[in-house]
């Protein structure tokens, strides 16, 4: 029974988000539950190949990334794989008609960091960064969208900007264990042992205007999806807030979260925005 395997298989992606991503989850299931199970499929598959390059110090990182992409055409052409999550998401991708090209950009960038520790241009940098944040959340979009290609194209630039917004507000959330731990710099031109308030500053205005261009999107997306974006969107906006509220000498030796609780004041708040027809 093909089907009860499938079913299965997406089972195992939304656990792969639940674990991974208390916040995402969250937003997810804000979603239409029409939509859910492809895009705990898309977090999943996005996720592990993340976590090839950044988590699996013990274990030959290039090799595992080229089976991963191997795996995953056989299990596109083939209609299966055992690997449950590759098996969701190539499911995903021919019910939704995710290009292969979003796919190829994004794991060019996960490879680019098995190898790469510096950024020294803003086309290296905005280059990494469509590959890695920009297409995951075109992705998100052709499933959002559900085949009409001229409401994709019109949100087309919003989805990246959201993806960019979210990417670099993880870069800065994530710059001790990155610079420390990962021994990576993405933002080009930026000391992180010496980061001033005016570097962060610059670089917080850069992804406030990255979500501006977002909200727009965000705004006219189908009901389906919009309450679950916009969950996302005011949950990131929170952090970037505490992160230009931190000293610019605390961020390189701390992670700024936001606690569950706060996570839930903002569910709330953002579902009466939402039902009040405000966004």
Do not use: W
């Not at 087309?156 to 960019?164: I, N, P, R, T």
């Not at 990417?167 to 930026?190: A, H, M």
């Amino acid at each position: 029974m093909k089907q009860l395997f499938d079913d299965t298989s997406f089972k195992c992606s939304k656990i792969v988000t639940k674990k991974y991503s208390t916040s995402f989850s969250l937003a997810v299931k804000m979603l239409s539950p029409k939509i859910r199970e492809a895009i705990f499929s898309i977090y999943a598959f996005v996720r592990f190949a993340d976590e090839i390059v950044d988590s699996f110090h013990d274990f030959d990182k290039n090799e595992l990334i080229n089976e991963f992409e191997a795996d995953y055409y056989k299990s596109y052409n083939n209609g299966i794989s055992l690997n449950p999550i590759l098996n969701s998401f190539q499911l995903t991708v021919k019910k939704y008609q995710i290009t292969d090209d979003l796919i190829q950009a994004f794991l060019k960038s996960m490879k680019a960091d098995l190898n790469k520790e510096t950024y020294n241009t803003i086309e290296e940098y905005n280059e990494y960064i469509y590959g890695s944040a920009d297409v995951v959340g075109l992705m998100c979009l052709k499933v959002f969208v559900n085949g009409d290609e001229d409401k994709f194209n019109d949100l087309k630039y919003s989805a990246m900007k959201l993806g960019s917004a979210f990417q670099k507000v993880n870069f800065l959330r994530d710059l001790k264990d990155d610079y420390e731990l990962l021994n990576r710099s993405y933002f080009p031109g930026v000391n992180l042992k010496e980061l001033n308030s005016e570097e962060k500053c610059e670089i917080i205005a850069d992804i406030e205007a990255d979500f501006n261009e977002a909200l727009v999107g965000i705004k006219k997306l189908p009901l389906e999806a919009k309450f679950g974006v916009y969950t996302a969107y005011v949950y990131y906006k929170r952090l970037l807030n505490k992160l230009n509220n931190t000293p610019s000498t605390e961020i390189l030796n701390t992670r700024i979260r936001v606690s569950n609780p706060l996570k839930l004041s903002l569910l709330a708040k953002s579902f009466v925005v939402y039902k009040l027809n405000l966004l």
